[in-house]
Each structure stands twice: as C-alpha cells, then as structure tokens.
C-alpha cells in the first residue's frame, strides 16, 4: 500500500502544479474570452491559449493515465484485467466523476489537438470548449483528491 500511496502522491502533486499553470494562462487569456478567429493572429493572445491548451492536455492525459488508474486500483485490490471504461464506471459509482463527463474531456480535448490552424472558426470554439470545462474538470479533480487522502491517508 505504501507504493500506491507514493504513486497517487505523485499524480495529485503533478495535477495540483498544472492546474496552477492553466490558472495562469486563463487570467492572462480572460481580457479575450470568448476567443473569436482574430485573436488567433495576435502572437501574446496564442502564446497564452498554447499555454492553456498544454495544461488542459496535460491534466487530462495525466488523470486518465495516472490518476484514475491508480484510484482504481485503491479501490479494488486487482485492476489487471480492468478496462479503462471499467475503471471510469468504479469512479462513477463511488461518485468521483459524472456519467459521461471523461467523454466530454476527451472530444473536447481530440477537437483541440485535431483542429488545423487555418480552421480559425473551428479552433475559436474548441478553446472556448476547453475554457468553460476547466472549473467542472478541477472539481472532478479536488474530489478524486479528497477521495485519495481519505482512502490512502
């Protein structure tokens, strides 16, 4: 259990800086909220949406990648022959994610990474998308937190 504990240890302090950094980004980036095309020609407006675009990414392949995993797996002793989806489903029933919600980051986080520059219009919603979830992805976040310190100490 003490390995799990330094694991989960590890994810959460890894999550708790990138959600710092994205914070960062969304204060500079709030004076062109929502973002329109035009915005996407202004170099100090871009280098703050990159910014907030590769926390997001961060956060998101780090909490399916590390995080829930590891939850799972302090949740069940053997999570070997589990699935993704079967880890999703043992963090929804112990209420640490939304039915769905994991599906919402992901198209919102393959529309950010498959979107092509010259789709301005397409890009614009896509980072608006991303903006208006990051409230509702730390929550999720601060829950699986809490779930850890009580489960793991």
């Known amino acids: 259990m003490n390995e799990l504990h330094e694991k989960v240890k590890s994810a959460l302090a ?4 990138n959600f710092i950094h994205i914070h960062n980004a969304l204060e ?3 004076p062109y909220l929502p973002i329109v095309p035009a915005h996407l020609d202004d170099r100090d407006v871009v280098q703050h949406i ?12 780090g909490m399916g990648r590390r995080l829930i995993p590891l939850i799972a797996e302090a949740i ?8 993704f989806i079967d880890k999703l489903n043992r963090l929804e029933k112990f209420g640490l994610i939304g039915p769905g919600e ?3 980051y992901r198209k919102i986080w393959n529309d950010l990474a ?8 397409e890009l614009g919603d896509a980072i608006n998308e991303a903006t208006a979830i990051i409230r ?13 310190q009580e489960k793991l100490g």
């Open 14 to 17: 890894e999550q708790d800086g």
């Open 114 to 121: 498959h979107t092509y520059p010259e789709e301005k219009e």
């Open 76 to 83: 069940e002793a053997d999570t070997s022959e589990m699935t």
């Open 28 to 30: 500079k980036l709030e």
């Open 102 to 104: 994991w599906n919402i």
């Open 136 to 148: 509702k992805l730390e929550a999720t976040f601060l829950k699986m937190r809490r779930f850890c």
């Open 50 to 61: 990159d910014q907030m675009i590769f926390r997001f990414m961060k956060i998101r392949d």
